[in-house]
């Protein structure tokens, strides 16, 4: 998923940032968003959570999770 999810990344800077955190490292973090399994995917705007998804996602319903819980639409 890594390889698609660092795809996603280019081809949506300009929509919204991805960002990666090791949650094995980061336990007080992985805690706080209770991520219980791996891959957790947490969106945020404006600094708070407003979707978690996870697991092996298909790229166009990972963008679809992100772009419908910032209210942006797909080109």
Known sequence: MAPVV???ALEHKDT???AKLNAINNPKTS???QVRGHPTYLVFQDGALVKRFGG???KDEFVRNVLNAIDVEEN
């Open 56 to 58: 092996q996602t298909p």
């Open 31 to 33: 805690q706080k968003y």
């Open 6 to 8: 660092a795809e996603i």
């Open 16 to 18: 919204f940032i991805v």
